[in-house]
Nanobody, 125 residues
Framework: QVQLVESGGGLVQAGGSLSLSCAAS????????MGWFRQAPGKEREFVAA????????YYTDSVKGRFTISRDNAKNTVYLQMNSLKPEDTAVYYC??????????????????WGQGTQVTVSS
């Protein structure tokens, strides 16, 4: 079992920055990959970024490349999402997710077994 708690969401103007955190507990953090997803009103939950167990590889959806950075601190059982140059279209509820069982694409939400409760990010124009 893995428990995930996100924090750091809020309201920011376009062009601004926010940093999200996701604290994990339960299973040993360094044994599973982590991802960030987001869901805007009326839309499906979509992949944002993922990071492997060691943090050695990262993956991003095209719309956030060069603006968002995913990282993790295995000593603190925490994964981060640094979001810069935010745009109104980044407005969504952001979820962190744990991929405990390997296999399949990092970008598919179906390959993540545990989810946080979500944190709202609102970018005003």
């Amino acid at each position: 079992q893995v428990q995930l708690v996100e924090s750091g969401g809020g309201l920011v103007q376009a062009g601004g920055s926010l940093s999200l955190s996701c604290a994990a507990s339960g299973r040993t953090f360094s044994t599973y990959a982590m991802g960030w997803f987001r869901q805007a009103p009326g839309k499906e939950r979509e992949f944002v970024a993922a990071i492997t167990r060691s943090g050695g590889s990262t993956y991003y959806t095209d719309s956030v490349k060069g603006r968002f950075t995913i990282s993790r601190d295995n000593a603190k059982n925490t994964v981060y999402l640094q979001m810069n140059s935010l745009k109104p279209e980044d407005t969504a509820v952001y979820y962190c997710a744990a991929r405990v069982y390997n296999g399949g694409s990092y970008s598919s939400r179906h390959n993540y077994q545990y989810w946080g409760q979500g944190t709202q990010v609102t970018v005003s124009s």
